[in-house]
């Protein structure tokens, strides 16, 4: 089994978290565009809950943040997205109250982590086999592998006028 087939616990859950304590700080600033706070409901009780992952893509013109649940394929804050949408979202300096999200699609993951691989080729290798992917980019089954990881794009909320 392998340690992402189940929620972290003990020494590697507080490893893990340490980051939200950071940006409650008010030092999501140290992160950059690496790392996202999310903040969102629990699906069942309503509580709010907070979680803080790796952004796999960030484009500062529109601005947009796109996040994989890497943990276990469909951790808990993801179901809890695909039931509510998020509360805020805050990446390096910038906080998005109530901002909007997305689904991709499997083509679109795809497109994302190739990406992804090509500009962190040493993050990938440790991402990689945690969604399951083959090696090499050529290989038939990556498409495959794509439409089975959980991604999602954020983007601050636009009100109209």
Not at 31 to 51: C, K, N, P, Q, S
Not at 68 to 88: H, Q, S
Not at 98 to 116: F, K, M, Q, S, W
């Amino acid at each position: 089994m392998a340690v992402t087939d189940r929620k972290p616990r003990g020494l590697l859950r507080i490893l893990l978290r340490a980051p939200i304590r950071l940006y409650r700080a008010g030092l999501g600033g140290l992160f950059g565009h690496r790392l996202i706070y999310i903040a969102h409901r629990g699906r069942r009780t309503g509580a709010r809950r907070e979680v803080v992952v790796e952004t796999v893509r960030y484009d500062p013109a529109v601005p947009a943040a796109v996040v994989v649940a890497a943990w276990g394929g469909t951790p808990d804050w993801y179901r809890n997205l695909r039931a509510a949408p998020a509360i805020e979202v805050r990446l390096g300096r910038q906080r998005w109250p109530g901002p909007d999200h997305r689904h991709l699609d499997a083509a679109e993951t795809h497109r994302v982590l190739l990406a992804y691989r090509r500009a962190h080729p040493r993050a990938w290798k440790r991402l990689a086999p945690l969604l399951g992917f083959p090696a090499d980019p050529a290989d038939p089954r990556w498409p495959e592998v794509a439409a089975t990881v959980n991604a999602i794009a954020f983007t601050p909320h636009v009100t109209s006028s």
